[in-house]
């Protein structure tokens, strides 16, 4: 009787273990990481690797979640609902933080004038990359 109260024991252990295992590799926030840089000159697309000046900082970084709803013809439609996330770029222009998985929006802001906005779709456990290069007010 002793022996097969210990294996029961054992088993449940082994399942708790199993499933804790799972449980941390298989969710978790997925990280945004982005920089925040100003336009050399109008000349140039803001998205030609030439035209990539002197980083901005205190740029502000809002994130809204986004809702999928259909509309008339049946098309995926998003809007914008709550802010996830508000914060400013640091020194170097760069920001980084953490998001449950979905979609979103982030926005970038110099004051009061929105720079540049830019859809995200996040993943469990991966590093999703935006680049601002804006032109300043």
Same mark, same amino acid.
């Given at each position: ?41 109008a000349q140039l697309p803001p998205d030609n690797p030439a035209n990539v000046g002197d980083p901005v900082p205190n740029a502000g970084v809002v994130v809204y979640g986004l809702e999928r709803f259909k509309d008339v013809s049946q098309s995926d439609i998003y809007? =914008?609902? @709550? $802010?996830?996330?508000?914060?400013? *770029?640091? +020194?170097? &222009? ?7 998985? /979905? =979609?979103? @929006? $982030?926005?970038?802001?110099?004051? *009061?004038? +929105?720079? &540049? ?7 469990? /456990? ?8 804006? *032109?300043?007010?």
């Amino acid at each position: 009787m002793k022996t097969s109260g210990i294996i029961r024991v054992a088993w449940v252990l082994a399942a708790l273990v199993a499933m804790l295992a799972t449980a941390s590799c298989g969710g978790g926030d997925g990280t945004v990481k982005g920089t925040v840089t100003q336009v050399r000159t109008a000349q140039l697309p803001p998205d030609n690797p030439a035209n990539v000046g002197d980083p901005v900082p205190n740029a502000g970084v809002v994130v809204y979640g986004l809702e999928r709803f259909k509309d008339v013809s049946q098309s995926d439609i998003y809007r =914008k609902t @709550v $802010v996830v996330y508000r914060g400013s *770029s640091a +020194e170097d &222009g760069s920001f980084s933080f953490d998001l449950a998985p /979905g =979609k979103y @929006v $982030v926005e970038i802001w110099i004051g *009061s004038f +929105e720079a &540049g906005n830019r859809q995200v779709t996040v993943k469990s /456990g991966q590093v999703t990359e935006v680049r601002y290069n804006v *032109s300043l007010p």
